[in-house]
């Protein structure tokens, strides 16, 4: 599969999970931290939190983009929100895997209506495409 990026965005990382993470072009620097129940002290921002946001907002945005493209769904509403849940553990083949719940609201849009289109976001989500077949993904209508 080939992918023509449209934009790239560059941020490094030093020290790992205790260390901290930057974002290029920008003044953001994020203190990293591990959560307590991976044996760290639960201060600073770790990787799970920030790939929540960001599965979060790009998913956001892949609802409007499919609502954008057929007028057989329905327009998302500007107080939409989604919650990611990120989980790390251990995987049975060995190594480290994720599980991610997405908790989606669409407040005055009918179930099946946001179900159609959170299926169809899954389609166009590049997050969703990334993971496919590599981390359980739930999508909850809240």
């Known amino acids: 599969m080939s992918v023509s990026p449209l934009y790239t965005a560059h941020g490094s990382a030093t020290g790992g999970r205790d260390g901290k993470g930057l974002v290029e072009g920008t003044d953001l ?20 939190q920030l790939f929540a946001v960001g599965y979060s907002a790009c998913y956001i945005g892949a609802m409007k983009f499919a609502a954008s493209q057929d007028e057989n769904l329905p327009t998302v509403p500007s107080d939409v929100s989604v919650e990611a849940a990120v989980g790390i553990g251990l995987r049975d083949a060995g190594g480290f895997g994720l599980t991610v719940t997405l908790k989606v609201s669409l407040p005055g849009v009918e179930k099946a209506d946001a179900e159609r289109l959170t299926e169809t976001a899954h389609t166009i989500c590049p997050y969703s495409n990334s993971v496919r077949g590599n981390v359980d993904v739930v999508t909850e209508i809240v």
Do not use: V
Request: no cysteine; aromatic share 4%.
């Open 29 to 48: 620097i994020l203190e990293l931290g591990s959560p307590k129940e991976m044996g760290g002290s639960g201060q600073g921002y770790n990787p799970e």
